[in-house]
């Protein structure tokens, strides 16, 4: 990539939410990447997410450890082919604690014992409205990962989808944590920018892995 005339630096939006350019090497993208490849094929693969209202979801699905469905977490993919959901493996769970520990410090990776990662992954008109991350039953920060094209992340207040938010450009490799007084923050994604991802990751689209504890 160009050298860029400001480089990008680490920096806190909120109390507790930090976010950390490039934080992924390349070799460590690419192996996220293959991991999510494998993920993706059925059973219990990438799926579309159909909303309760009737409408369906732009960023496709697919999760580990637990099955995440709107609004609530089962073991099998109970609306989508009912397979068993695939396992959490410990080394993602070691890269979220290790996340937080960068982040937030020592004591907030403490009880970061990452049990579930929802991945989806967006083409480029793929959108996800403002929500909170709120099905889970702990306050363990919310650790999330992203891979591919640059997209736009709006992240908000804890009251109300609307304002006050801040957009912030989420790059392939970028790390984005939010604990703490922000772990229950409306966010979402309003943008993606297509073909910006590295050319040499091979991904078409955008990734983005959120890790989070269960407390169930
Ligand atoms: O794609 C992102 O960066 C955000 C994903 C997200 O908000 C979620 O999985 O709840």
């Given at each position: 990539m160009d050298a860029e005339l400001f480089p990008r630096g680490r920096t806190?939006?909120?109390?507790g939410a930090v976010h950390v350019p490039d934080w992924l090497e390349p070799a460590r993208q690419r192996q996220l990447l293959e991991a999510c490849r494998q993920w993706a094929?059925?059973?219990?693969?990438l799926r579309t997410v159909r909303t309760p209202g009737g409408g369906t979801m732009t960023a496709r699905q697919v999760c580990l450890g637990l099955h995440w469905y709107p609004y609530g977490y089962a073991r099998t993919v109970v609306d989508g082919d009912g397979a068993p959901v695939k396992p959490f493996p410990a080394w993602l769970g070691e890269l979220g604690r290790r996340a937080v520990r960068e982040t937030l410090g020592p004591a907030a990776a403490r009880d970061a014992v990452y049990d579930i990662a929802l991945i989806n992954f967006y083409g480029a008109d793929a959108r996800m409205g403002m929500h909170r991350?709120?099905?889970?039953h702990s306050d363990a920060p919310v650790v999330s990962l992203s891979l591919g094209d640059t997209c736009v992340f709006r992240f908000g207040n804890t009251?109300?989808?609307?304002?006050?938010w801040q957009d912030i450009e989420l790059r392939s490799g970028d790390l984005f944590v939010f604990g703490g007084p922000s772990r229950f923050a409306y966010h979402g994604v309003p943008r993606i920018h297509a073909?910006?991802?590295?050319?040499?990751?091979?991904?078409a689209g955008r990734l983005n892995i959120t890790l989070r504890v269960s407390g169930l």
């Amino acid at each position: 990539m160009d050298a860029e005339l400001f480089p990008r630096g680490r920096t806190e939006p909120a109390p507790g939410a930090v976010h950390v350019p490039d934080w992924l090497e390349p070799a460590r993208q690419r192996q996220l990447l293959e991991a999510c490849r494998q993920w993706a094929r059925p059973p219990a693969g990438l799926r579309t997410v159909r909303t309760p209202g009737g409408g369906t979801m732009t960023a496709r699905q697919v999760c580990l450890g637990l099955h995440w469905y709107p609004y609530g977490y089962a073991r099998t993919v109970v609306d989508g082919d009912g397979a068993p959901v695939k396992p959490f493996p410990a080394w993602l769970g070691e890269l979220g604690r290790r996340a937080v520990r960068e982040t937030l410090g020592p004591a907030a990776a403490r009880d970061a014992v990452y049990d579930i990662a929802l991945i989806n992954f967006y083409g480029a008109d793929a959108r996800m409205g403002m929500h909170r991350d709120s099905d889970e039953h702990s306050d363990a920060p919310v650790v999330s990962l992203s891979l591919g094209d640059t997209c736009v992340f709006r992240f908000g207040n804890t009251r109300t989808r609307g304002r006050p938010w801040q957009d912030i450009e989420l790059r392939s490799g970028d790390l984005f944590v939010f604990g703490g007084p922000s772990r229950f923050a409306y966010h979402g994604v309003p943008r993606i920018h297509a073909n910006t991802g590295p050319r040499e990751l091979g991904l078409a689209g955008r990734l983005n892995i959120t890790l989070r504890v269960s407390g169930l």
